[in-house]
């Protein structure tokens, strides 16, 4: 054992890890990151196959960064946007409100996920407080949603296996249906219609138990006409992207059809299209690695989700 690994399980103790097992076995320590691999004390590599846990997606050591970090550490590394500006937030929040849709035009600032979301959910909890509606204080939750681990980022999360233990310390939320047709199990539903159907009167039934107009129930989820317009975008610009899959498919460039599926991928992540997303993650991943055979033998099921998707949306936008 060396010295870091000593000390480590001497002084820390370690997230979502049963410390008994970690301290029972041999542990990695990591001395350094280039890319996409990181590097442990002893000179191995090994592929950083969950981005530093998600939050490291341009890589280690990206040159651009490491030197706009050391840029600013020249001037102050940090100050309060309590009672001050700094050039550096404004310059960002600018940028942030040019790139998000229509009526996102204010940035707050937070240090993670967790805590991101206890601000969202402090702002929407303020927001009614405000408006002369005091009354209006639970949250509705998705079933096997997972948002972080602060109390109220917790509160509004379902992932039991995480959270079981501190159900006392949680302020109480309605858990409606996780919306994946694909990952669901409930008995009696066999298609995405009746799946909408169920979930749209799930939530029917919840605003009417609390008497909440149906028709401005939206107003608890955003505002359609934004996810609308967005969605429209979406699908006047696909052909174009699916054109292009389609010839670096057919030229074997395995490099530009990985970045045109991984962007397929978060689109359809992105406006819920569960099965869709799933395979294109696959083509993505087999296409990184050169598997032309894998991409050639499996587009087809890509192909018939795809064009199953835009028959849905084409009649969604056209209804």
Not at 294 to 301: I, K, M, P
Request: net charge negative; proline share 2%.
């Amino acid at each position: 054992m060396n010295q870091w690994e000593f000390m480590d399980k001497e002084y820390i103790w370690h997230p979502f890890t049963q410390m008994k097992g970690w301290n029972e076995n041999k542990q990695l320590v990591i001395d350094h990151g280039e890319g996409v691999k990181l590097y442990d004390v002893e000179g191995n590599a090994y592929y950083d196959g969950i981005s530093s846990l998600w939050v490291n997606i341009h890589g280690h050591r990206r040159r651009e960064i490491d030197e706009a970090v050391k840029k600013q550490l020249d001037k102050i590394a940090h100050t309060t946007l309590l009672g001050l500006i700094n050039k550096p937030s404004a310059e960002l929040a600018k940028k942030l409100v040019e790139v998000t849709p229509k009526g996102l035009n204010k940035v707050f600032y937070s240090d993670d996920g967790s805590t991101a979301v206890e601000a969202a959910v402090k702002i929407a909890f303020q927001y009614w407080q405000h408006k002369g509606l005091p009354e209006k204080q639970q949250f509705i939750n998705l079933g096997d949603s997972y948002h972080g681990d602060t109390v109220g980022a917790v509160s509004v999360g379902n992932i039991d296996v995480f959270h079981k233990v501190y159900k006392p310390l949680l302020f109480n939320t309605k858990k409606m249906t996780c919306p994946s047709f694909y990952h669901s199990s409930i008995e009696g539903i066999n298609s995405e219609i009746e799946f909408r159907d169920f979930l749209l009167q799930e939530l029917e039934d919840y605003l009417k138990e609390n008497n909440i107009d149906y028709n401005k129930g939206i107003e608890l989820f955003g505002s359609m006409d934004m996810y609308n317009s967005m969605l429209s975008d979406w699908y006047k610009g696909i052909n174009d992207k699916w054109n292009k899959i389609i010839s670096y498919k057919n030229n074997n460039d395995m490099t530009n059809y990985a970045i045109e599926v991984h962007s397929l991928k978060s689109d359809a992540k992105y406006f819920g299209f569960t099965k869709l997303a799933e395979l294109s993650l696959n083509h993505e991943l087999k296409s990184k690695d050169n598997d032309i055979d894998y991409v050639n033998s499996n587009f087809s099921e890509l192909e018939l989700e795809y064009k199953r998707i835009l028959n849905i949306v084409d009649n969604y936008l056209n209804k």
